[in-house]
């Protein structure tokens, strides 16, 4: 059985960023923002996405919000003490404008990445160009999501090949340190390699050409697609008129 919320069509889900990116502008306070986080984390859990989702989210969002919390609790101006220590003291003002802040990150956050986690990059590059969207745009946009995902496997499989020449690339600092330097060059040259590879490709499938092409991705849009629509931006519309639920 398919799972509804995969199935769903990308400029829907695209939608549900969007309000998200604009609820929280609106909505005051910080109660709601930082809910859209586990919100997210249910719909992730629904999707079949859960692990990789919170995977990536606190490894990439925690730091930031530790470090921001420390930075803005202690050295925002303010004249509430909560607490005190050597030259340090904890302000009211400093923590509430660190959960102001941290919670527009973390719903931010949250929503992007769940975005790509239950979006396939092709089908996105596929609904932005049914809504006319350049096929250079869509293409700039398609090599920086899959940029990283792609060096992280060329990185890998370089990292494997010098294992199996006898290269030592684990251990302590100092030996990692060492492997990193031919390693970065096989990379280097790897990644222009493909870059050729890559036009060489592009111009084979008539990139440039003005004629009109066709697609073998369909995408279709069901009931739910419309009726989330038309949800979306009902409550967007309310709490844009009301300043908040």
Same mark, same amino acid.
């Given at each position: 059985? @398919?799972? !509804? /919320?995969?199935?769903?069509?990308?400029?829907? @889900?695209?939608?549900?960023?969007?309000?998200? %990116?604009?609820? *929280?502008?609106?909505?005051?306070?910080?109660?709601?923002?930082?809910?859209?986080?586990? $919100?997210?984390?249910?719909?992730?859990?629904?999707?079949?996405?859960? +692990?990789?989702?919170?995977?990536? *989210?606190?490894?990439?969002?925690? %730091?930031?919000?530790?470090? /921001?919390?420390?930075?803005?609790?202690?050295?925002? !101006?303010? #004249?509430?003490? %909560?607490?005190? =220590?050597?030259?340090?003291?904890?302000?009211? &003002?400093?923590? #509430?404008?660190?959960?102001?802040?941290?919670?527009k990150i973390v719903a931010i956050t949250s929503s992007i990445t769940l975005f790509f986690q239950?979006?396939?990059? @092709?089908?996105?590059?596929?609904?932005?160009?049914?809504?006319?969207?350049?096929?250079?745009?869509?293409?700039? $946009?398609?090599?920086?999501?899959?940029?990283? !995902?792609?060096?992280?496997?060329?990185?890998?499989?370089?990292?494997?090949?010098?294992?199996?020449?006898?290269?030592?690339? #684990? =251990?302590?600092?100092?030996?990692?340190?060492?492997?990193?330097? !031919?390693?970065?060059?096989? %990379?280097?040259?790897?990644?222009? &390699?493909?870059?050729? &590879?890559?036009?060489?490709?592009?111009?084979?499938?008539?990139?440039?050409?003005? +004629?009109?092409?066709?697609?073998?991705?369909?995408?279709?849009?069901?009931?739910?697609?419309?009726?989330?629509?038309?949800?979306?931006?009902?409550?967007?519309?309310? *709490?844009?008129?009301?300043?908040?639920?």
């Amino acid at each position: 059985m @398919k799972n !509804p /919320i995969l199935q769903l069509h990308p400029m829907t @889900k695209l939608l549900g960023v969007f309000f998200v %990116l604009i609820s *929280i502008l609106i909505v005051p306070g910080y109660g709601y923002q930082y809910l859209i986080l586990p $919100i997210c984390m249910l719909i992730a859990l629904l999707a079949g996405v859960f +692990n990789s989702f919170c995977s990536l *989210i606190f490894k990439g969002v925690t %730091l930031i919000v530790l470090f /921001i919390f420390i930075i803005q609790g202690f050295f925002y !101006p303010g #004249e509430t003490v %909560l607490w005190s =220590g050597w030259i340090f003291s904890l302000k009211q &003002e400093g923590l #509430e404008y660190s959960l102001l802040l941290t919670s527009k990150i973390v719903a931010i956050t949250s929503s992007i990445t769940l975005f790509f986690q239950i979006t396939k990059t @092709k089908d996105f590059i596929v609904a932005l160009e049914k809504i006319g969207t350049p096929k250079k745009v869509t293409y700039v $946009i398609m090599s920086t999501l899959q940029i990283i !995902p792609q060096m992280r496997h060329q990185l890998n499989a370089i990292m494997d090949a010098q294992q199996s020449r006898g290269v030592e690339t #684990e =251990g302590s600092l100092k030996i990692r340190a060492k492997a990193i330097v !031919p390693v970065l060059g096989t %990379l280097i040259v790897s990644s222009f &390699e493909n870059t050729q &590879e890559r036009v060489i490709t592009l111009e084979s499938r008539a990139f440039t050409s003005h +004629n009109k092409k066709t697609n073998v991705t369909v995408l279709h849009k069901s009931a739910l697609d419309y009726v989330l629509r038309v949800i979306l931006l009902a409550l967007l519309v309310y *709490i844009w008129v009301k300043g908040g639920f």
